[in-house]
């Protein structure tokens, strides 16, 4: 695999990062940046891009170390190894066999794009080569499930292609993605605001958005995940609907994984519970609480599922509620944004749960001229219930 970052990217976010620097009062790095980049406009015109952009990636990846958060976000999500892992491996295993060739050429490629990697390596190298000789045995467990999510994350190292991290326009343009994902080759494309690398006090902000992204692409390389691009059917405002509700689930479990791994999410817990009542009000409470906990707890989802339960409550209900804890004809009570209206057959964002309790006794009669088997508990969208009204002379 191999980190990329675009020349935008690095330009924006060095010259950012190097003014809120010297705001802040340090201007070491802000005058070396000026004493190698200012002398460029000297240059022929034609030789000044390829030099300015010499110049803000030595600052992006070495002096200030921006490239770092990728990586660390890379690592935390298990796209590649952990570098400590990889030193450390390569400390135990003296004798040179084909997969410690291979490691090595890891700690070599990261080093490529983070010069500073290999010194880091080298020095904790002596320092877990000490530690080595003080473990006993109870540490033998954490090394063997290490060791599986080593080989894990080598494996998606290997099968990656490439990631390359791009400047994002505004805030509707971040993101990723995934390049080539059913040819073979996959390149992860990252797209972040340049303006995320300037602040070193809200760089917790930025890991935790680049391993929210970077835990969406891992999905979508994953054939346990078996992401697919599904057609979604039924009009505008209905596929709007389910791919947003799609998102959520597909965002509590990127969130819920990561708390089980003890990382620091884009949102905690409660904002995403939120979140979730406001698609799913109009189920009842406890069973509201009782799906959520459920699919927070769940260790494994594929993409199927996820798509599948956002796109009809009986999945996701049949899933996380006790068959005894509702009936069917409670279920089909629950009146969620873009169900269809009885009436008007309508997605339905403004629902009229129960006409009859707000409406006088002659639109209720009016409705049931033209539907006989409606009752008002099935309720209508606003809309039919005004015409009824009207129709009725009491709207
Ligand atoms: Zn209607």
Known sequence: MKVNYSAQLMEESAFRHLNHLERSGYRADYDEFHSLADPIYELP????????????RLFFLERLKLGDHVLRALEAVGLIPKRRRTARKS???QKAESGEIENQEAVEELAEHAEASEDEAQAEESETAVAEMEEDDELEIEEVSAEVSYDLAREFEERIKEVTVKRAINKVDEGSNVLNRVSGNPIIEMRVLASRFSNPEEAQELDAFLIQEFMHAKDMVDPEFDYEDAFIPGNPSVKN???????????MYVDSRLAR???????????RYREFDNFYRKIPEKQRKGIFEGLWKTEKLTHEELLSMATDLDTLMSKYVDPGEITDE???????????????????????DDPESICDEMVIEAIQIDFPDWESRDGGCDRCIEVYELRAGVG
């Open 330 to 352: 409670d279920k089909d009570y629950i009146h969620l944004q873009g169900s269809p209206c009885p009436l008007c057959k309508f997605p339905t964002y403004n629902w009229v």
């Open 241 to 251: 609907l389910i791919t947003a509700r799609f998102r959520l689930l597909w965002n």
């Open 45 to 56: 015109e034609d030789d000044r891009e390829a030099a300015f952009e010499k110049v803000n």
């Open 261 to 271: 791994m003890g990382v620091v999410s884009v949102l905690p817990k409660e904002a």
């Open 91 to 93: 400390a135990l295993t």
